[in-house]
C-alpha cells in the first residue's frame, strides 16, 4: 500500500471528522447528558469515548503492522509449523480448517485435524477458530482469505506463513489525516 492507494479523503468525511472534534473527548468516560454530544460507536462498551473499535483501527495505521522502525508496531506474528508438527498433522490441520467454512475433501481428516488445532492454534485463533485480534490472528471460518482458501493454501500457510507488513502513516499522514482514516475505514463497515 502506498499513499497514492489510501481511500480518497472526501469533504464530508473531514467535516464529520471536525464536529468530531467538537464532541467530548476529554479522557474518562462521562455519562450522557442533554445538550452534549457524545460519540458512541457501534460495539461500544461503556468504558471509553473513541472506545468500541474505532480506536484499533486509528492504532494498527499510526503504527502500522511489523514496520520495524516503529516501536509501537504490531508485531505478533503466525510462526511455521513445517519443523513442529508432522507433515501428516499439517494435511489434517489444513482439513480441518477448511472444514469450518465449506468442503473438505476427505472428512475423515477433520476430526484428528481439530485435535491438532487444539493443541497449536488455539492460542492466536481462538478455540472457536473465530481469530484474536490482540495477535492480529484472522478469523479462520470465514470467507475472507488474506492468502488464499482451501486445503493446499491452508497447509502452505501452516508450514510456511506469510505475514503482512504495513507501515506506519503517523509520520507521513499526521494525527489528524489518521483519525480521519480510522473513522473512514471503520464506515466502510468492516469496523465494530
Ligand atoms: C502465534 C500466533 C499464531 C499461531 C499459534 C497460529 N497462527 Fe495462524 N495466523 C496468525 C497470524 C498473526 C496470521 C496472519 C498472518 C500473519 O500476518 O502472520 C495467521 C494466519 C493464518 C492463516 C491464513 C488466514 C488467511 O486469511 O489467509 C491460516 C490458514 C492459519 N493462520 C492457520 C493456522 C493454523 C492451522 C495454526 C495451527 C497449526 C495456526 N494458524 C497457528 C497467528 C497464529
Not at 480506536?55 to 494498527?60: G, K, V
Not at 467454512?101 to 481428516?109: E, N
Request: net charge negative.
Amino acid at each position: 500500500m502506498t499513499t497514492a492507494d489510501t481511500p480518497p479523503m472526501s469533504t464530508p468525511i473531514s467535516m464529520v471528522v471536525e464536529q468530531f472534534s467538537t464532541f467530548r473527548s476529554d479522557g474518562q468516560f462521562i455519562p450522557f447528558s442533554v445538550g452534549k454530544d457524545t460519540i458512541i460507536f457501534p460495539g461500544y462498551d461503556g468504558g471509553a469515548e473513541w472506545g468500541g473499535k474505532a480506536d484499533q483501527i486509528q492504532q494498527t495505521i499510526t503504527h502500522g503492522i511489523r514496520f520495524a522502525s516503529d516501536p509501537d508496531t504490531r508485531i505478533s506474528e503466525m510462526p511455521g509449523f513445517g519443523d513442529i508438527i508432522t507433515p501428516e498433522q499439517i494435511t489434517q490441520v489444513s482439513a480441518y480448517v477448511a472444514s469450518l467454512s465449506g468442503k473438505v475433501q476427505d472428512a475423515s481428516l477433520i476430526e484428528p485435524g481439530a485435535k491438532v488445532f487444539a493443541e497449536n492454534c488455539v492460542a492466536c485463533h481462538g478455540a472457536n477458530a473465530k481469530g484474536n485480534r490482540e495477535f492480529g490472528a484472522p478469523d479462520l471460518t470465514d470467507a475472507i482469505w488474506l492468502y488464499g482458501s482451501g486445503e493446499a493454501a491452508i497447509a502452505a500457510q501452516v508450514r510456511a506463513p506469510k505475514h503482512g507488513v504495513m507501515p506506519a502513516w503517523i509520520d507521513r499522514l499526521g494525527e489528524t489525516k489518521v483519525k480521519e482514516l480510522a473513522v473512514y475505514v471503520h464506515s466502510l463497515g468492516g469496523g465494530e
